[in-house]
């Protein structure tokens, strides 16, 4: 029989169980294309998601065998050798270099693929690089990830409502600091300039190195595109490129120039460097 003191005795208080801390960010680096991608997933590493960074990471391999210009075995350095006409490419390069057409003309010639006189597509294929391989990631359930390919960010939603992702631009006058942070989240962050490869773009109007900006930073909905308007913009100089990104609703522009001047254009959103 049951003890009736026990039916009486008041019960233990509850003990309130602690919070679970959040998951740490599932990060993965891989050198690749020349640079190296870094992937940062703000989810638990589950093993759907570690699936999808395979798929993205291989896709990067894949690109990097079609395009890579500085591949003998890839398909740019044979079509460059003359073996390959762009008819008789494959038809995923011929779509990228159908992109690489478009991009021509939104920049009205700034950005070319052939500015040197030979094809080297880089300028679209990374910022497409990145683009897909963060919307690999996407589609598998982890939107809240940032991938970055050397310097073309693609950053996904932020955690909270309202809340923004914080991304710092190294300052091309001095590389051991910050020159702003761009917040925004669910964006793309690209930053094109000589850097330490020095002033390895060419402008197609006159086949001489860029020059009159040391960094085009551009900001906006997708990588490729912004990617491209960096680049366009080194080519241009800081008050072409200023006036033209004006016509592409929803990117905006920060340059440093060859004489150290900073100028931010509408919409672009940073703050002063404190991380």
């Known amino acids: 029989m049951a003890d009736p003191a026990a039916r009486t005795a008041p019960a233990a208080p509850a003990v309130p169980a602690a919070p679970l801390a959040p998951a740490a960010p599932f990060r ?3 050198p690749v294309m020349g640079t190296v991608f870094s992937f940062v997933l703000d989810h638990p590493p589950e093993p759907r998601l570690r699936r999808a960074l395979d798929r993205a990471v291989a896709l990067l391999h894949h690109l990097d065998r079609l395009y890579s210009p500085f591949r003998a075995d890839s398909v740019v350095s044979r079509m460059n050798r003359g073996e390959l006409g762009r008819a008789r490419a494959p038809r995923e390069v011929a779509r990228m270099l159908e992109l690489a057409d478009r991009a021509h003309s939104a920049t009205r010639g700034a950005f070319d693929a052939w500015a040197t006189g030979r094809l080297d597509p880089c300028g679209v294929v990374k910022g497409w690089a990145v683009e897909e391989a963060y919307r690999t990631l996407r589609r598998a359930g982890a939107p809240r990830s940032c991938v970055n390919g050397g310097g073309d960010v693609r950053l996904g939603p932020a955690a909270g409502p309202g809340a923004v992702r914080r991304t710092g631009i190294v300052d091309p006058r001095r590389p051991d600091r910050l020159l702003a942070v761009v917040e925004g989240a669910d964006c ?3 930053t094109s300039g000589p850097g330490e490869r020095g002033r390895h773009i060419t402008d197609p109007r006159t086949g001489e ?9 551009v900001t906006g909905p ?4 912004a990617d491209v308007f960096a680049t366009a913009s080194v ?10 990104i004006r016509a592409h609703p929803g990117y905006a522009l920060l340059t440093v120039a060859d004489d150290g001047s900073v100028r931010a254009g509408p919409g672009f959103r940073c703050a002063a460097p404190d991380l």
């Open 209 to 217: 190195p860029a020059t009159g900006l040391l960094s085009a930073t």
């Open 28 to 30: 993965h680096s891989e």
């Open 222 to 225: 997708d990588a490729v595109w």
């Open 235 to 244: 080519v241009l100089g800081p008050a072409a490129a200023h006036t033209w």
């Open 188 to 190: 793309a962050v690209a």
